[in-house]
T-cell receptor
């Protein structure tokens, strides 16, 4: 089975711009979760989508949003980028039982 | 507050020595606990989960609800165990939520 894929792998944006990141889950997985990883805050949960509905949400401002399509692919969008949004963004998909999360390689976002 | 604490950023041991990676959590209910591992240039992956009570690659972890701890142990470290280890908590049944709360991670360095 192909693993979780994320595109693009690297991205450089300017403050104030917006960005869209994409995540393709493992075939058959309907749950996709997003995480932000930074040296200071570590891995923080952004949100989870299941069958095109947001099921859980972390403590991030409304500038961070996401969606899921009928084929379970998911996108996350960050509007009005700030320098502090520079991070590695990971997505994970799962199905179950046993509901193990499979992580993608991440998208490295740099905001200048 | 829901929190996972890994007190050591770096743990350095010699090959063949015992290893204990510490994890303490704060959660009012009955969490599910996990250890994730990230080897160099690889994706974050599940190592073990407390409900399965199994040993993976010689590692075990016991949930101590009284001490709210979930320490990861291995009796004899191998060089290939060198990696970043994350303790994580699921605030609810993993069948219902993909949300994970991660600790800051501990780098395990096994010296020859």
């Amino acid at each position: 089975k192909a693993g979780v894929t994320q595109t693009p792998r690297y991205l450089i944006k300017t403050r104030g711009q917006q960005v869209t990141l994409s995540c393709s889950p493992i075939s058959g997985h309907r749950s996709v979760s997003w995480y932000q990883q930074t040296p200071g805050q570590g891995l923080q949960f952004l949100f989870e989508y299941f069958s095109e509905t947001q099921r859980n949400k972390g403590n991030f401002p409304g500038r961070f949003s996401g969606r899921q399509f009928s084929n379970s692919r998911s996108e996350m969008n960050v509007s009005t980028l700030e320098l502090g949004d520079s991070a590695l963004y990971l997505c994970a998909s799962r199905a179950g039982p046993p509901y193990e999360q499979y992580f993608g390689p991440g998208t490295r976002l740099t905001v200048t | 507050a829901q929190r996972v604490t890994q007190p050591e950023k770096l743990l350095s041991v010699f090959k063949g020595a015992p290893v204990e990676l510490k994890c303490n959590y704060s959660y009012s209910g009955s969490p599910e606990l996990f250890w994730y591992v990230q080897y160099s240039r690889q994706r974050l992956q599940l190592l073990l989960r407390h409900i399965s009570r199994e040993s993976i690659k010689g590692f075990t972890a016991d949930l101590n609800k009284g001490e709210t701890s979930f320490h990861l142990k291995k009796p004899f470290a191998q060089e290939e165990d060198s990696a970043m280890y994350y303790c994580a908590l699921s605030p609810g049944l993993s069948s219902n939520t993909g949300k994970l709360i991660f600790g800051q991670g501990t780098t395990l360095q096994v010296k020859p």
